[in-house]
């Protein structure tokens, strides 16, 4: 089964770079860290596992970790962002990770995001 790539990842580089830029910026919040630094790298961090989750449908792991990502992102902007009526963590996770292709193709066109 082929799962299109949405439209906030069209532009966005190859996997195993958006890897290295994750790594290199690790390594650079090790020296100086700010909030948006921090930010940027759970965006890109989240957007990377959707990423992946996408290309490998059948991986529920794959999915689970990405949803994980994306709740953690949601929960870094806005709070708390925890199941309630019916909602499961999985559905959650989903929601969350359309929430990451939002932000990342507002973080990709240089506009404001949260």
Same mark, same amino acid.
């Given at each position: 089964m082929t799962v299109p790539i949405p439209? $906030? *990842?069209t #532009? &966005?580089?190859p996997i195993i770079r958006e890897i290295n830029l994750v790594l290199h910026l690790? $390594?650079?919040?090790r020296?100086?860290?700010?909030p948006?630094? /921090? @930010?940027?790298? !759970?965006?890109r961090k989240a $957007?990377?596992? #959707? @990423? =992946?989750?996408l290309k490998t449908p059948d991986d529920t792991d794959a999915a689970d970790v990405a949803g #994980?990502?994306? =709740?953690?992102?949601?929960r870094q902007d806005h709070g708390p962002a925890e199941p309630t009526g019916g909602l499961t963590t999985t559905l959650l996770g989903i929601a969350a990770r359309h929430y /990451? @292709? #939002? !932000? *990342? &193709?507002? *973080?990709?066109?240089?506009l404001p995001t949260t």
């Open positions: 439209a $906030a *990842y #532009d &966005a580089p690790v $390594a650079a919040l020296v100086s860290s700010t948006e630094r /921090v @930010r940027e790298l !759970q965006l $957007a990377l596992l #959707d @990423r =992946i989750a #994980d990502a994306a =709740i953690e992102l949601m /990451v @292709r #939002d !932000q *990342y &193709a507002a *973080y990709s066109n240089g």
